[in-house]
């Protein structure tokens, strides 16, 4: 099994940037791998996901044209480069792990990190 580790998180104005890191152990390139996030009192939603050769990638309709998820098979790493913060984008963010080739959207990983608060002020 694959261990997932973000980080990456913060405060920031609306309008500023962040970048989130996965750092992941284990067969990394085996994976298709996804960021999910929560936001207090509501459930955790997808926001990207990237197949497991980094060719294709699928982006929630609320964060499409801001966010650009990516991954580093030689670092076990995988990215979600965040521009353009709103108010509205305040979650948990978390990476998520699936084996196979394809790229996912649903709440279907059997991986999980721990979590990386991201707070953006108005």
């Known amino acids: 099994q694959v261990q997932l580790a973000e980080s990456g998180g913060g405060l920031v104005q609306a309008g500023g940037s962040l970048r989130l890191s996965c750092a992941a152990s284990?067969?990394?390139?085996?994976?298709?791998m996804g960021w999910f996030r929560q936001a207090p009192g509501s459930e955790r939603e997808f926001v990207a996901a990237?197949?497991?050769?980094?060719?294709?990638?699928y982006y929630s309709n609320s964060v499409k044209g801001r966010f650009t998820i990516s991954r580093d098979n030689g670092g076990n790493t995988v990215y979600l480069q965040m521009n353009n913060l709103k108010p509205d984008d305040t979650a948990v963010y978390y990476c998520?792990?699936?084996?196979?080739?394809?790229?996912?959207?649903?709440?279907?990983?059997?991986?999980w990190g721990q979590g990386t608060q991201v707070t953006v002020s108005s």
């Open positions: 990237i197949n497991s050769n980094g060719i294709s990638t």
């Open positions: 998520a792990a699936k084996v196979g080739t394809s790229v996912v959207t649903t709440d279907t990983y059997h991986n």
């Open positions: 284990g067969p990394f390139s085996r994976y298709t």
